[in-house]
């Protein structure tokens, strides 16, 4: 029997797409360690002349930012979310991808190619994941890793959502041009220890970029997720395509967000461990 | 011949959703799509377009039967001519909106028989155009100085970083390996010593023969315990996962 010659590439791309899948607000990025990628956007420190002389305090910057998405009452209405995309790792290299999120932490992740389709699955504290690119043909717990960094990322709404209550802390670091735009630079302390850099363009105050640390292979790596065409659905806006990079490599893998639907009814065993005992 | 040519790539777009595949869905959600081509009482095996794939029917939750992409892109490619660079082009792109990379890397071929130096076609083949000339993907990363380590290109610098910490992590799981067994050795010692000491009193006391355990030392990986269903402990005191005793 022919063994399907495409297998080989997904196991690195459902690697990296999982850890796509499980993060809030699409390609957290904080995830996204696994993912093929390339060297950082190009950044530059704008000079302290070039800032609006009415300085913003960071608690205005993210209450603006949430203005930008929609506001508040939009964003906390959302109770369960559906993307459908395309995920390229240069031209030759395309998958279908579908990710689910259900609140408080439930995530679903689909990957398609060749006409084979992974799934991966946590509910914020435990994971598993069926991916006949491994070879699996019944599920199996995701490793400690990728559920330790689920749970760290499910947050359906992002972190500067409600960050206070949810034990995190905030601060602005600064200003920096990202691909020739002014933004303001947010250090995120999750009340988990993780840190991130969330960019927020100045102007329009929509999240251009989130720079994050991740352990892969037991090395940290830098990891930069890029966000742009933000459309709106349900009047939130949300960014339909995503570049993450990580330091020191040349692939970039890009995520096009075709489709997204707010609140589909999505059942909760669609995010339970499917109990084989069962015919 | 344009306007044929468009008005395939417009059939061509308006299709995909009016399709459906053979599917085989797995238990727990995952899925095969393409063209079945045999099923027993135990296995099903599914033609996905690039290769075929069997599977267990004990994994399988349902099949369900309809028309593939697969069948679709067969009888588009049937009707396209050799020389039909767009038709190959916007079947190939098709192809693409399926999943189907195989049919879309040889749709990709066809569309370079007739337009060598097409940078879709090539791109849609993996090639990168550097210094202008043609490469594969490997070959631009090999020259731009990338090196590949554990199937991932990166920089020298990145690659000895990386190469730096998986050193460090295996040293540090040699030396608890190291600590492990020298821990193990001690229990077994003490274990021994306390059996033979049982030994001799029980000799004393019984026929030795109906009271050995028969799993004890020296047999196969030497079980020293009842193995559980989820680990046993070899005869060096490490602790391994059944199924690294007995693969499937």
Do not use: C
Request: charged share 25%.
């Amino acid at each position: 029997m022919k063994r399907f010659a495409s297998v080989l590439l997904v196991r690195s791309y459902a690697a990296a797409v999982l850890a796509l899948a499980l993060g809030p607000a699409l390609a957290d990025p904080a995830l996204a360690a696994n993912a093929p990628a390339t060297g950082a956007p190009k950044t530059a420190a704008v000079p302290a002349a070039a800032a609006p002389s009415t300085a913003l305090t960071v608690e205005q910057i993210v209450e603006k930012h949430m203005a930008a998405r929609g506001g508040l009452k939009k964003i906390r209405a959302i109770q369960t979310l559906r993307e459908t995309g395309r995920m390229t790792e240069g031209p030759d290299k395309q998958a279908l991808v579908t990710r689910e999120l259900k609140r408080p932490a439930q995530s679903r992740f689909e990957i398609t190619l060749q006409g084979v389709t992974g799934v991966f699955v946590s509910d914020g504290t435990k994971g598993w994941k069926l991916n006949p690119f491994d070879g699996d043909f019944e599920p199996k717990p995701l490793p400690e890793e990728a559920v330790r960094e689920a749970a760290e990322q499910a947050d359906i709404e992002g972190p500067l959502v409600d960050w206070k209550a949810k034990g995190h802390s905030i601060a602005l670091a600064g200003r920096e041009s990202i691909n020739g735009r002014d933004a303001y630079k947010i250090q995120v302390t999750l009340k988990s220890g993780g840190t991130r850099t969330e960019y927020i363009d100045a102007k329009t105050f929509l999240r251009v970029r989130v720079d994050s640390t991740r352990t892969v292979k037991g090395h940290p790596v830098q990891v930069t997720a890029t966000f742009g065409d933000y459309k709106k659905s349900a009047g939130v806006a949300f960014p339909r395509q995503v570049e993450i990079s990580a330091s020191g490599r040349p692939q970039k893998m890009r995520v096009v967000v075709d489709k997204i639907e707010v609140n589909p009814p999505l059942a909760a065993d669609r995010f339970a461990m499917v109990d084989l005992s069962k015919p | 011949m344009k306007a044929p040519a468009v008005a395939t790539a417009a059939v061509l777009l308006l299709a995909p959703s009016l399709l459906r595949a053979d599917e085989v869905l797995l238990k727990g959600g995952a899925k095969f799509s393409g063209r079945i081509e045999s099923q027993t009482d135990t296995m099903i095996t599914i033609n996905i377009g690039d290769g075929v794939v069997g599977v267990p029917m004990a994994r399988v939750d349902k099949v369900v039967k309809g028309h593939s992409p697969l069948d679709e892109y067969e009888t588009r490619a049937k009707a396209l001519t050799e020389q039909d660079a767009e038709g190959w082009r916007a079947l190939g792109r098709w192809a693409n909106s399926q999943g189907l990379q195989a049919q879309a890397r040889e749709a990709a071929r066809k569309v370079l028989v007739v337009l060598p130096d097409d940078p879709e076609a090539r791109g849609a083949l993996g090639y990168v155009k550097q210094d202008g000339r043609w490469m594969t993907e490997e070959e631009s990363y090999k020259a731009r100085g990338y090196v590949q380590v554990g199937g991932e290109w990166m920089t020298r610098a990145e690659a000895q970083q990386v190469q730096a910490s998986a050193a460090a992590e295996q040293a540090v799981q040699d030396a608890e390996r190291r600590a492990n067994l020298a821990e193990a050795d001690k229990i077994l010692a003490e274990q021994r010593a306390d059996k033979a000491e049982e030994r001799a009193r029980e000799a004393e006391e019984v026929d030795p023969w109906t009271t050995m355990s028969p799993w004890y030392g020296g047999y196969g990986y030497g079980v020293v315990g009842w193995p559980s269903t989820a680990t046993v402990t070899t005869r060096y005191g490490t602790t391994v996962p059944i199924n690294k005793v007995n693969p499937k």
